[in-house]
């Protein structure tokens, strides 16, 4: 049983740049959530989808964007890349909406700005 | 909104013996849920344990287990008898309960190393 899948596995961008991250959630689960995690920092929440649609926004600037697909796999967008978005991308996916189960996490992309 | 605080950046202790880490959180909410996850240096954030507030029994996995103190605001984490592997960065994080409101909020990590 495959977990929650994330690619890339790390990327060197520079400012200005975009850049699209993909998540696989792992087998039966629905909800797909993303978080930024700078050095030395917790997880901090972007966003989460649920039936295609992004239902809850953490605070993160429009800048930050995203998807999720009929088969529940998930993009995460950020145009116009700033050095501070240098960051470990966490992917989590769970069987959400109102079922309050735990969320599992993926290995993450680590994002370099130059 | 709501905050959780690790207040032990980082912390040691030798293998075999018994350690403590330690969370506070801040909610107006009655019912929620408490988590720990571990991050080791394979970066992959796995969960420890779950308590949920509504339950007065403390949350036992195996070697680890919590002290929920719901008044206090106080959800520390014990490892027993501690391995060489349990050396990872561990969070604390709260989450409210219902449609939309699953997120996560993560408290900044104690860095836990178990000394051979």
């Known amino acids: 049983d495959a977990g929650v899948t994330q690619s890339p596995t790390h990327l060197i961008k520079t400012r200005g740049q975009q850049v699209t991250l993909r998540c696989s959630p792992k087998?039966?689960?629905?909800?797909v959530s993303w978080y930024q995690q700078a050095l030395g920092q917790g997880p901090q929440f972007i966003f989460q989808?649920?039936?295609?649609?992004?239902?809850q926004r953490g605070n993160f600037p429009d800048r930050f964007s995203g998807h999720q697909y009929p088969n529940y796999s998930s993009e995460l967008n950020v145009n116009a890349l700033l050095l501070g978005d240098s960051a470990l991308y966490l992917c989590?996916?769970?069987?959400?909406?109102?079922?309050?189960?735990?969320?599992?996490f993926g290995d993450g992309t680590r994002l370099s700005i130059l | 909104a709501q905050t959780v605080t690790q207040s032990q950046p980082e912390m040691s202790v030798q293998e075999a013996e018994t350690v403590t880490l330690s969370c506070t959180y801040d909610?107006?909410?009655?019912?929620?849920?408490l988590f720990w996850y571990k991050q080791p240096p394979s970066r992959q954030m796995i969960l420890v344990i779950r308590?949920?507030?509504?339950?007065?029994q403390n949350a036992t996995e195996n070697r680890f287990s919590v002290n929920f103190q719901k008044a206090a605001k106080s959800f520390s984490l014990k490892i027993s008898d501690s391995q060489l592997g349990d050396t990872a960065m561990y969070f604390c994080?709260?989450?409210?309960?219902?449609?939309?409101?699953?997120?996560?909020?993560f408290g900044t990590g104690t860095r836990l190393t178990i000394i051979p």
């Open positions: 909610t107006s909410e009655s019912n929620y849920y």
């Open positions: 308590q949920e507030a509504y339950k007065q």
């Open positions: 989808y649920y039936e295609e649609e992004e239902r």
């Open positions: 087998s039966g689960h629905d909800t």
């Open positions: 994080a709260f989450m409210k309960p219902g449609f939309g409101n699953e997120k996560l909020t």
């Open positions: 989590a996916s769970s069987l959400g909406q109102g079922r309050n189960q735990p969320q599992h």
